[in-house]
DNA sequence: TCAACTGGTATACGGCGTATACTTATTCAG
DNA sequence: CTGAATAAGTATACGCCGTATACCAGTTGA
């Protein structure tokens, strides 16, 4: 009855499941998911690494609970009319979460089997589609296209080497650089985010937008999803037919 | 001058930096990057695991190198008439890459730095969409659209919990696995795909193809990228606004 | 021939997850 | 209230991992 005083009393409150996956998150935010060992989680909460296992089974379990943990969040995002708002508006829901979160990237892409959190969102965007009128086989091919973007992340590809301090040296790599990789400083050098970071969201955002709405343009005018002689399952466009 | 013979009459060929590499790979191919350690490598050279590090500094720059040799492949793809088509072909040779040497994924995606390869790879798509006449900005944009599809990859996002062998058991299973997640059970029983393993060639290539159109349409309507009112970089659809 | 260099070895350190066996704290029945 | 049963936490150890350091032997070049 009066348990939890005793516990307080002899030193310590003592560890119990929540507290173990509350401390791990913090740790995996802090730190990454490298950083968040059965060691530095125990040493965290004042106690011996073989403890935890007294709450959990293994670390396999540990980053399951954590993920799940943080994506109960997303499941509170409001209805929308049109279904591909409401896939939108739940998407970008996701994306926050992981913002908040980043370890939960690792997490959900590590992880052998899915997780009921990991499930219960991909359920929610299929109902939403369905609801939509989306036919089934547009369904399925439609989740796949989303693939990890419907968690929110898109990877990084571009994590380019810092330039050297050295002036002379620096326009030297920079020459080196241009020669090897001409479109990519192109790129880099016309557009307009040249030199700035880019606007991650907005990127995410413009490629999200353009896989919804080419599935609601395939929903419209090729509902039942056939596939062409070719093999290609979408309808022929002028510049990608041959 | 015969330093090599030498080495053979000596007990056993001596290492140099391509026989650890490709060790590595065949290791890689059979068991994963994980079950790639150093000693492992060694193991398979028949030599110290220290010994490794008389030709590549560490297992980071192991990796590296490892990467850049399969990637190789990719830069023989043919040339195409139109961009897309082009765009296509070679990233569908980086998918064949992949399928043949899984472990590559992770390697692309645990790299903090891009190697030459991967900015080769993505140069050259680059390339060939500034050939087509594509801006700057949709150039950028296009690329993170990509992201890691531009590799012919994409993560398996529904590993399910394989269903329990004893029938009642396993009706029981699938019964509160359709109440909690109604519409993925839906899709898996309704559309064509029901109950066999769907093609990832297709799935892929519909993705693909959903993305390379989409930015095709863009070019011919929208071609400077400008962004709307609401923050959308895409024109507004029907479907879509709000 | 002998010094310098290079390739390979031996040993060791600090990290990891976790199995096993134990002691201590708490709970609950009589 | 007491003592047995149970649960929580600890101690120790094992086999992995990457790799620093020190050493030794084979090869090379002067």
Not at 158 to 184: G, H, N, Q, V
Not at 189 to 209: I, R
Request: glycine residues 6%; aromatic residues 4%.
């Amino acid at each position: 009855m009066y348990g939890v005083y005793m516990s307080i009393r002899s030193g310590r409150p003592r560890l119990d499941r929540v507290r173990v996956i509350d401390t791990a998150i913090d740790l995996a935010d802090a730190h990454g998911l490298e950083g968040t060992s059965m060691r530095n989680v125990a040493e965290k909460l004042d106690v011996t690494p073989m403890a935890l296992y007294k709450h959990i089974a293994n670390r396999s379990q540990l980053v399951d609970e954590m993920l799940d943990r943080v994506l109960e969040e997303i499941a509170s995002t409001p209805p929308a009319d049109d279904w591909a708002d409401a896939v939108r508006a739940r998407i970008l829901a996701a994306r926050r979460v992981l913002v908040r979160h980043p370890w939960a990237r690792d997490a959900i892409e590590s992880r052998p089997l899915a997780t009921p959190a990991v499930l219960a969102h991909m359920d929610s965007l299929m109902a939403l589609m369905f609801d939509g009128g989306l036919s089934p086989e547009l369904v399925h091919h439609s989740m796949h296209a989303l693939s990890t973007r419907m968690w929110g992340f898109t990877r990084d590809v571009l994590p380019t080497p810092k330039p050297p301090d050295d002036p002379e040296e620096r326009a030297r790599a920079m020459a080196d650089f241009a020669e090897s990789y001409p479109a990519i400083v192109r790129m880099a050098t016309t557009s307009p985010h040249a030199g700035l970071a880019c606007d991650d969201d907005a990127e995410f955002e413009f490629a999200l937008d353009l896989l919804l709405s080419g599935i609601e343009r395939l929903n419209e005018t090729n509902p039942k999803m056939g596939v062409d002689q070719a093999g290609r399952m979408l309808p022929t466009e002028p510049g990608l037919s041959g």
